[in-house]
């Protein structure tokens, strides 16, 4: 969806359309008439039509490059939805106990902290911000879940240091519960086939057990099989004290 909404830039429409977009430059235009023009662009793709998406991405340059509060809101409230809708697809949401509104706020405060203004010229168009924007949408719901299944296997004090280390979507590949070593050592704990899809899948991917099951009733004859696994595999990693001191030491 995001490719189809802001396909390539600019895209104009007709030779007045473009004069007429020229008269004020876009750093200089008023923050309500760039919004009417926000507006009334994301209404022409909705429609199908031709779009230029350049006064979309003048707001975000104020937002992120000026820290402009005034664009930031702006910003927030015309994409507000869309996010939203990001957000509910995302398959871990159901399973989160969260509303919607809470990961909306999550995933824009990510996408702030992340794209600081010396970052900004990474995104050169408005595709690149909101594929950005949506990965951080995407990302704060399966950080939730793995969160919370994350608490059944570590004390809960080791499970909040953990996630206070991270400090910005680029990081996460360093997250500790994805690292190599860690990942390695827990391959050696598992048991079957069955007992690593269910660990990749809630861990991971932050799935539930029926959507495990969705994904695999070729492993699995129910959902109270997949139930079972996790509990299982929970309980014995659990217990494990290499596991509990690998955690503890920081691995």
Not at 62 to 86: D, F, I, M, S, T
Not at 89 to 102: D, I, K, L, V
Request: with cysteine; glycine share 4%.
């Amino acid at each position: 969806m995001v490719q189809q909404m802001i396909g390539h830039q600019p895209t104009v429409t007709g030779n007045m359309r473009s004069a007429q977009s020229y008269e004020v430059p876009l750093t200089h235009m008023e923050l309500s008439v760039l919004m009417k023009h926000c507006a009334v662009e994301s209404e022409r793709f909705y429609r199908g039509q031709q779009h230029d998406t350049r006064y979309s991405y003048e707001l975000f340059r104020r937002a992120l490059v000026e820290r402009n509060e005034a664009a930031w809101e702006q910003l927030y409230h015309h994409y507000n939805n869309l996010v939203e809708g990001w957000v509910r697809r995302s398959s871990a949401f159901t399973s989160s106990g969260e509303s919607s509104e809470y990961f909306v706020v999550g995933a824009f405060m990510k996408f702030w902290r992340a794209i600081t203004p010396d970052r900004f010229d990474s995104f050169p168009t408005l595709a690149s911000l909101l594929h950005y924007l949506q990965m951080c949408a995407t990302s704060v719901v399966i950080d939730s879940v793995r969160a919370q299944s994350w608490a059944e296997i570590v004390p809960e004090d080791v499970a909040r240091a953990e996630m206070l280390s991270q400090h910005s979507p680029d990081e996460e590949a360093m997250h500790r519960v994805q690292r190599e070593e860690f990942w390695q050592f827990i391959d050696t704990q598992l048991q079957s086939e069955m007992e690593r899809v269910v660990v990749y899948c809630s861990f991971v991917l932050g799935l539930t057990p029926r959507a495990i099951f969705s994904r695999r009733s070729d492993l699995f004859s129910s959902v109270n099989d997949v139930y079972n696994v996790k509990r299982n595999v929970l309980g014995r990693l659990g217990r494990n004290a290499q596991l509990r001191q690998m955690m503890g030491a920081g691995v």
